[in-house]
């Protein structure tokens, strides 16, 4: 199984600042790596997929880059309601197998 | 608009039997794969099963291969999850979920039922 692991674990941040959040493959997964963001109390929401292709409805903030083994989510500008936990998620192989997550909070 | 809704969940006795339902709306549902993908209290996200659009092909990881079953109902824009043998590591909000058309990734994500098996 394709193990994703996610850094770091949690993330404190300022609003305004921008971030990156990190998912590393065990093994190459190409570009079949999707972000994706699960607020408080909520269902999870797509937000990049192909490991940086945007998904229509998500604020161009957010960005994706990365293949192989070694991906990138990066927010440009944090905002409050981007505070929430942030999972990747590989569609190469199966099993499907998800990161264990980066939260980010308030400093 | 996309909607789907779980139903289903709900507190079951070790080694019993649980069906989970997802009612899907506002999209073509036998034009999809599906999915089923769980979260344990304040855990992560973990794929449990996948169904192909006739229903014809399933795929399960190993930690519940042999004791769930995904199926679906296209004339009633249904998907199930039979869960036979529960353990207590099965607790967990299941989601039903809309694959993307290459199956690969999960496009719409319904609000998920709690299943918590415990003696």
């Given at each position: 199984d394709v193990v994703l692991t996610q850094s770091p674990a949690t993330l404190s941040v300022t609003p305004g600042e921008r971030i990156s959040l990190s998912c590393r493959a065990s093994e190459s997964v190409d570009t079949y790596l999707h972000w994706y963001q699960q607020k408080p109390n909520e269902s999870p929401r797509l937000?990049?997929?192909?490991?940086s292709q945007s998904i229509s409805g998500i604020p161009s903030r957010f960005s994706g880059s990365g293949s192989g083994t070694d991906f990138t989510l990066s927010i440009n500008g944090v905002e409050l309601e981007d505070l929430s936990i942030y999972y990747c998620q590989q569609g190469?192989?199966?099993?499907?197998t998800f990161g264990a997550g980066t939260k980010l909070e308030l400093k | 608009e996309v909607q789907l809704v779980e139903s289903g969940g709900g507190l079951v006795q070790p080694g019993r039997s649980l069906k989970l339902s997802c009612a899907a709306s506002g999209f073509t549902f036998s034009n999809y794969y599906m999915a089923w993908v769980r979260q344990a209290p304040k855990k992560g996200l973990e794929w449990v099963a996948t169904i192909s659009t006739s229903g014809s092909r399933t795929y399960y990881p190993d930690s519940v291969k042999g004791r769930f079953t995904i199926s679906r109902d296209n004339a009633k824009s249904s998907l199930y999850l039979q869960m036979n043998s529960l353990k207590s590591e099965d607790t967990a909000t299941y989601y039903c979920a809309r694959h993307s058309p290459e199956a690969d990734w999960f496009a719409y994500w319904g609000q998920g039922t709690l299943v918590t098996v415990s003696s």
């Open positions: 937000l990049i997929k192909y490991a190469n192989s199966l099993p499907y | -």
